[in-house]
């Protein structure tokens, strides 16, 4: 099946270590150059084994990638991730009440945890949540007694004897069905959806509201959070991103464009508006401007795999909380500093508006984020390193090396380093996943797909 996106398998050697090489084993890119709008990813999400990719874009598609077994004539080589299905999910809509439009784009993919032999996915844009059936099916019956080849009922009088229908062998073909429709639960744009660890229920997050479903229940949802103000005058926050606890049901958190975390827990009430700990780090007076707001908004945060930490990425830094310690987080990692002089501009350009995500990998001991000029940046909790790598055309073609990259304020420069006034900031990485128990890692740039993996280093989480 056809996909506009371009995807590469980039070897990756120890991304943590000083010169991390990459030999590039390529698919072939398309032929076909597309950069229209529809085309941009806007959520990108591994399953749970980590054995399918799917992507959304602004077209309203879906599109999942499968991981190759791997070769027998190279049995340590891991297979490449290659379109596995590719689906509409969304379609453009228009809210006659209120006279607007809403985008087809998928916000956020959320895969449920694997009961049979068909997978399972979650997928939202601003208004409309589905679930999504995803199956196999490699054999067709054959032999009925009622119907013939074509399905069409016989002749009953022609019916003289009867026969045991069997199963004959088929080429594979992949069918997606929509299972549920989850619409009408929210007045604002939906931000986010997250699926309960008791893999019966899920909740999903607008700018003032969040919802708790049943996944087998669309008619009617229970509201959690509702920051609403009487009076929409006195809004002073909203809510940018929210996640369940990866082990316990009853705990989840949601951000604010404040910068703070609020971790509520369900068995306290009904209603959490009134949260259980509050993470929230003072500001320094002396460094507060007119755009200490806006960069301190939350733009994503995410539960390491083990529940202990929580990451939260805002505009310049990406910060690891400890549930236990409310007052500041335990560390704090600079992603592009040297953009705290250029806010204005970024200011000027709504670029210091984007929405970042950032993803562990899958020990927790090493985080992930996007910057800009297509950069990526990845920080050992252990060792304190951090390396800026590139998701190019040319770091994905074959026998390539994948170069940490620096970028300079000024001064002296090295021969490849890149000026921070040459940046292009039209070029960005905001999301990001990582394979759960692997160094397999998915960049979205734009229109394009890149899949890393550390080949040396595939064991080492």
């Known amino acids: 099946m056809n996909s506009n ?139 009925y007694n009622l119907k013939d080849e074509e399905g069409k009922l016989k002749d009953l009088s022609t019916v003289t004897s ?81 996640e369940f606890h990866p082990h316990h049901c009853n705990l989840f958190v949601y951000s604010s464009s404040k910068g703070s975390l609020r971790l509520c827990d369900m068995r306290a009430s009904a209603l959490c508006d009134k949260h259980s700990k509050l993470y929230e780090e003072p500001e320094d007076p002396s460094s507060r401007s007119f755009f200490s707001e806006i960069i301190s908004s939350v733009s994503d945060v995410k539960f390491s795999h083990n529940g202990r930490y929580m990451l939260a990425r805002d505009y310049l830094t990406v910060k690891v909380w400890d549930l236990n310690m409310e007052t500041r987080p335990v560390e704090t990692y600079q992603v592009h500093d040297y953009l705290r002089s250029k806010l204005c501009s970024l200011y000027e350009n709504d670029c210091i508006f984007d929405k970042f995500e950032c993803a562990w990998n899958g020990s927790d001991s090493v985080i992930m984020t996007g910057a800009y000029n297509n950069f990526f940046r990845m920080f050992d909790r252990s060792t304190k390193r951090d390396v800026t790598l590139e998701a190019s055309r040319e770091s994905s073609k074959p026998r390539a090396v994948l170069k940490p990259r620096r970028v300079c304020r000024g001064g002296k420069r090295r021969k490849d380093d890149i000026s921070v006034d040459s940046l292009d900031f039209t070029k960005k990485i905001l999301h990001t996943a990582w394979h759960p128990a692997e160094n397999i890692i998915a960049i979205a740039a734009t229109n394009n797909l890149y899949i890393f993996q550390d080949k040396m280093n595939s064991d080492m989480h």
């Not at 000083?18 to 150059?33: G, I, K, T």
């Not at 996944?215 to 009076?231: G, M, Q, W």
């Open 5 to 143: 996106y371009r995807t590469g398998i980039a070897w990756a050697a120890a991304a943590m270590q000083a010169s991390p090489h990459c030999h590039a084993n390529v698919s072939q890119p398309s032929s076909e150059e597309s950069t229209s709008g529809a085309d941009i990813i806007s959520t990108a999400e591994f399953n749970h084994t980590g054995d399918l990719l799917a992507t959304g874009d602004k077209g309203g598609r879906v599109v999942i990638f499968q991981r190759e077994p791997e070769s027998k004539n190279e049995p340590y080589s891991q297979g490449e991730y290659n379109v596995y299905s590719t689906f509409q999910s969304h379609e453009p809509e228009f809210d006659y009440l209120k006279s607007l439009e809403i985008e087809e784009k998928i916000n956020k993919i959320k895969w449920l945890p694997k009961h049979n032999a068909a997978h399972a996915l979650l997928s939202t844009n601003d208004k409309t949540i589905k679930l999504w059936k995803i199956a196999e099916r490699d054999k067709r019956p054959e032999g």
């Open 162 to 242: 009867l026969q045991v229908p069997v199963l004959k062998p088929m080429d594979l073909m992949v069918e997606v069905s929509p299972r549920r429709i989850f619409a009408n639960g929210h007045t604002y744009h939906i931000n986010s959806i997250s699926v309960n660890s008791d893999c019966e229920t899920y909740m999903s997050a607008d700018d003032l509201r969040i919802n708790l479903w049943h996944l087998a229940i669309t008619d009617r949802s229970f509201n959690i959070v509702d920051i609403k103000p009487a009076n929409m005058e006195d809004l002073t926050e909203v809510i940018t991103a929210s």
